[in-house]
């Protein structure tokens, strides 16, 4: 690392406010969602694992996307509790390196899972006597499988091409995690191989697990037209409701975020919905999947019980 950067061996962390009152607040609400992230994403895995009856392919992908969920935001949340309560903003190189690395990493295998979850809910529905065939334990575990080498790859490639620009004294980020658009604005060094690398990296990433999604959606829809019963539709439809609100929340904070120009970024607006995806969002999503789901809900009254 240091061949590439030779002045900045740190980087401070502006974060949301500077009012001593404000990042009190912010503290408490942060780990009030950290704690309910943790509390909702782990109670999930325990149930997937822990009741036969939700050893299913869906379940076995949701439990993954929780696991996901649980390490994406204990990479940020931690650090964002410590920026808001201590005096001391700063992060080192290494340790910018290395929460960028796991997020990057965390945040590709979660596109390419939900991608492979909307395959799962095709075959569900479109195909429904030979989803137990089709959707084998191997198939789901090389899905998942292929998930994680696909965001370690990526994660790998992006962090060495970020941290290879050369960052020459400006060392204030204005953000709350070491991110691209604040690490880029911060970068003095030829910036356009990186950007052919960054909208790669998109498209790989985003565009392409978006483009299969929709694709997987189209025949689904069409396969609900053809069911006769609007009753019969409408339970189709409700198995996929809560994976299209995670693909939408998730891949539009995304898109906001990166697939804009360089000159529309505004970092303050871009805070917020980069808080969302990173902190808020992992929290939603035990609720999202649990809340409409009898079997998780009866899998809960036997953990009670």
Avoid at 23 to 47: C, D, E, K, M, R
Avoid at 154 to 173: E, G, Q, R, Y
Avoid at 261 to 286: A, E, H
Wanted: glycine residues 4%; proline residues 3%; contains cysteine.
């Amino acid at each position: 690392m240091e061949q590439y950067n030779n002045t900045v061996i740190e980087f401070i962390l502006v974060g949301f406010t500077t009012d001593h009152v404000m990042q009190l607040v912010l503290f408490a609400i942060f780990l009030a969602v950290y704690a309910l992230t943790v509390l909702g994403n782990s109670t999930l895995i325990v149930l997937i694992c822990n009741d036969s009856w939700l050893h299913t392919p869906m379940y076995f992908f949701i439990g993954n996307l929780s696991f996901l969920d649980l390490g994406l935001s204990t990479v940020y949340t931690p650090k964002i509790l410590v920026t808001c309560i201590s005096e001391d903003k700063s992060i080192s190189f290494a340790g910018c390196v290395a929460q960028f690395f796991f997020s990057a990493g965390l945040g590709y295998t979660e596109c390419y899972l939900l991608a492979a979850m909307a395959y799962d809910r095709y075959m569900a529905i479109s195909k429904p006597l030979l989803y137990s065939q089709a959707m084998s334990l191997k198939l789901c575990a090389f899905l998942v499988a292929a998930s994680y080498l696909g965001g370690l790859i990526n994660s790998v490639i992006i962090t060495k091409d970020t941290f290879s620009l050369t960052f020459c004294s400006d060392n204030v980020i204005d953000d709350f995690f070491c991110d691209i658009p604040p690490l880029v604005k911060l970068a003095c060094g030829k910036k356009g191989s990186f950007q052919s690398v960054l909208f790669f990296l998109l498209a790989s990433n985003v565009i392409i697990p978006i483009v299969f999604i929709l694709a997987s959606y189209l025949f689904i829809i069409a396969t609900i037209l053809r069911i006769r019963s609007t009753q019969g539709r409408l339970k189709a439809f409700s198995t996929c409701s809560s994976h299209l609100i995670s693909v939408t929340l998730y891949y539009g904070s995304i898109l906001y975020i990166y697939a804009r120009p360089r000159s529309s970024y505004s970092l303050g607006r871009d805070k917020i919905v980069s808080t969302f995806y990173t902190v808020v969002f992992p929290m939603l999503n035990p609720l999202i999947y649990s809340l409409r789901n009898k079997d998780v809900k009866e899998a809960l009254n036997k953990l009670f019980k």
